[in-house]
């Protein structure tokens, strides 16, 4: 979670609060909570049944978050600029985002993955995730957003993932000790990464 403190002075919050500030006007976060999953769950349920032409670089990562969140943020699309907090964990300076997803983009290369052993091909999946949470390129919405970008290397690399067959604490607990270790989240998606057939 956000600290409160953190999160009341933010200039995504509705002032004395820490409600992000949403096209939806609402100001009881509980409820926003409960719209927000449902209307991005069914974008979601959208976007995993088509094919993105678009190149891998973070321009596809910010449409990815656009896609999901527009109808409820207005910084959907768009990087943070400001730094959070979630637990104990600070994410990557907001300065820095723009520099860092480049770097990490240029792992993703989906000519050399197609040809990597399963084995080192998950192991770059997991590198791929970690680094992208750690920077935590959005506000809000990042976990969604880039299971999905990994639904689709996956995808583009004849593999498929269906995030909801795993339990989504379970996705929660890895990623968070993947920050440290990534041994239990690499297990994770040897698990649940299916070639296609
Ligand atoms: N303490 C932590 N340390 C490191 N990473 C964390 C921590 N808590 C949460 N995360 C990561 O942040 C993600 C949640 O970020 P955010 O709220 O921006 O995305 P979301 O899409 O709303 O959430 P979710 O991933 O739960 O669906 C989690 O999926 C997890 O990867
Ligand atoms: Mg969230």
Redesign the pocket.
């Known amino acids: 979670m956000i600290t409160m403190y953190d999160a009341i002075n933010s200039k995504y919050t509705y002032k004395g609060t820490d409600v992000l500030k949403n096209k939806l006007g609402i100001k009881d976060e509980e409820l926003l909570k409960e719209y927000e999953t449902r209307m991005v769950a069914f974008k979601i349920a959208t976007i995993s049944t088509q094919t993105l032409k678009m190149d891998y670089t973070p321009e596809r990562l910010k449409f990815i978050h656009k896609y999901l969140f527009e109808d409820i943020f207005y910084f959907a699309g768009e990087y943070r600029q400001e730094n959070i907090t979630?637990?104990?964990?600070r994410f990557s300076e907001f300065e820095y985002i723009e520099d860092n997803i480049k770097q990490i983009f240029s792992k993703i290369n989906i000519e050399e993955m197609k040809k990597m052993p399963f084995k080192d091909f998950i192991i770059r999946l997991s590198y791929i995730m970690t680094e992208l949470?750690v920077l935590?390129p959005?506000r809000?919405?990042?976990?969604?957003?880039i299971r999905e970008l990994i639904r689709e290397i996956c995808f583009d690399c004849g593999y498929v993932i269906d995030w909801y067959e795993i339990n989504?604490d379970d996705?929660?607990k890895a990623?968070?000790k993947a920050?440290f270790d990534e041994t239990e989240q690499i297990k994770m998606l040897r698990r649940s990464v299916k070639k296609i057939v």
């Open positions: 979630k637990g104990n964990f949470n935590h959005f809000e919405g990042n976990g969604r957003t989504h996705i929660l990623s968070i920050v």
